[in-house]
């Protein structure tokens, strides 16, 4: 479904000549969950913003191939790429209170999309958006239609941002650190939708972390991020128990164990 052949992304005011992502290649087949870590700045953000193509192309540069479902999409034109990524490419972020819009009511914001990308009645957007507000679990959905962000809690809010996503019935999600500003009783809540989206919508997942924990509780396999390229790939349990890499096997031990976390 998705193939990233030799990405590299470099941003033209970026200090000396370094590249942010250099040279990646992933391979996520349809609803599978890959995880994507490493630690901070190794460049998770910068290659999700290139797959989701939010990346601002006068500050930056990629180059490479991205295959989503047989159509190259760096050498689509503008207007095909907005079409595309914004229908078929969903993104999660980790702040949710800062990719919603404060002034404007919930429900109009998770139908954005829809109005972007399809021809359906304000009507119909209002029933798909309470249609996909319920899947994932929001409650009372014709209240929180009605709702300001500054309303809700992070988790809801976080439950908002994914029903957002899903609207268009999008191939792929992209979930950035999704519960990385959350509490960890929310967070597992979190995870456990985002593995009933999985299943339920087959919908592919990317989950970037920087915590090896919370991807192993989701994914099936994951790739390892440092500086710019990846070190490694595999199932969950492979990279878990047989690491290739010294860095890998630091960012394992890295892991409080339940012991150390009192
Ligand atoms: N807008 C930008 N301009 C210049 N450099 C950037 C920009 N955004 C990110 N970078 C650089 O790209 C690298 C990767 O960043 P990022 O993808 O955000 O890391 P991660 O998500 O893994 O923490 C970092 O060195 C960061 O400083
Ligand atoms: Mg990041």
């Not at 962000?149 to 950035?176: N, W, Y």
């Not at 070190?231 to 892991?255: C, M, N, S």
Request: aromatic share 4%.
């Amino acid at each position: 479904m998705l193939d990233v052949k030799d990405l590299h992304v470099r941003f033209h005011r970026a200090r000396g000549n370094r590249e942010a992502v250099q040279g990646i290649n992933l391979h996520m087949d349809s609803g599978e969950i890959l995880g994507l870590v490493g630690e901070s700045g190794s460049g998770k953000t910068v290659t999700a913003m290139a797959i989701s193509g939010l990346m601002n192309r006068r500050e930056s540069s990629c180059t490479g191939e991205i295959w989503l479902d047989g159509v190259e999409l760096l050498s689509c034109d503008r207007e095909q790429l907005r079409k595309l990524q914004g229908k078929d490419i969903g993104v999660v972020f980790q702040e949710p209170m800062s990719s919603m819009n404060p002034v404007m009511r919930i429900g109009p914001q998770i139908e954005e999309s829809l109005r972007i990308h399809t021809k359906m009645t304000p009507m119909e957007r209002k029933e798909r958006a309470l249609y996909v507000m319920a899947a994932v679990e929001l409650p009372e959905p014709e209240q929180v239609y009605e709702k300001y962000p500054h309303e809700l809690s992070g988790g809801m809010l976080q439950r908002a941002m994914i029903a957002a996503a899903l609207t268009t019935r999008p191939k792929l999600l992209l979930c950035d650190e999704p519960t990385t500003a959350l509490d960890v009783t929310i967070q597992a809540q979190i995870l456990e939708l985002l593995k009933r989206v999985n299943r339920e919508f087959q919908i592919g997942i990317l989950f970037i972390s920087h915590d090896l924990n919370v991807v192993r509780k989701l994914c099936t396999r994951v790739a390892v991020m440092y500086q710019g390229k990846l070190l490694e790939e595999g199932p969950v349990d492979q990279v878990f128990y047989h690491p290739e890499h010294e860095y890998t096997k630091r960012l394992i031990a890295a892991i409080p164990t339940r012991k150390k976390r009192g």
